[in-house]
C-alpha cells in the first residue's frame, strides 16, 4: 500500500510539473519580442534646439553643419516659420536636420523660428543667425 501511495504522490508531481512546464511555454510564446511600445523616434519632441542657436558665420564660407538636437524624439517635419528666408546660400537639410550651405548674404543676429513636428506633437525653436 505504501509503494502504490508513493507511485501515486509521484505521479502527481510529474503530472502538476508538467503542467506547469506547458503553462510556461505557453505563457513565453505569448510575451512581446520588443518590450518598446512607441519607437523613440516616436516619442514627445523634448528640449529640442540647435546644436548653436546663436551662430556666427563668415562670410562667403561653408557653414559647418549646425544640426537639431532633441533630448527626446525626432523632428519628422521642419519649416521655418518666419516670414523672411534664411540667408543666401543656408538651406535647412532634412536628411541632416541640421542647417548647411554657404554663407552668401550678411546678417547679424537675424532671428528665425522653426516648426517641428513628429507623431506624438510639436515644438517651435528658436535661432538668431550672423554672418559677418
Known sequence: ??????????????T???????????????????????PIENSKLKNCRFQSTNPTYPFGSTI???PILCDE?????????????????????MDQLSLVGTANERVIQAPYEFYLENESGYLII???ISIQ
Open 126 to 128: 528658436k535661432i538668431q
Open 64 to 66: 559647418q553643419p549646425n
Open 16 to 38: 502538476l510539473s508538467a503542467c506547469s512546464k506547458q503553462e510556461l511555454q505557453s505563457f513565453r510564446r505569448n510575451l512581446p519580442t520588443d518590450s518598446e511600445s512607441i
Open 1 to 14: 500500500m505504501r509503494k502504490f501511495i508513493a507511485a501515486l504522490v509521484f505521479g502527481s508531481i510529474l
Open 73 to 93: 524624439g525626432v523632428p519628422r517635419k521642419v519649416e521655418l516659420l518666419t516670414p523672411s528666408p534664411l540667408p543666401s546660400g543656408v538651406q535647412f537639410s
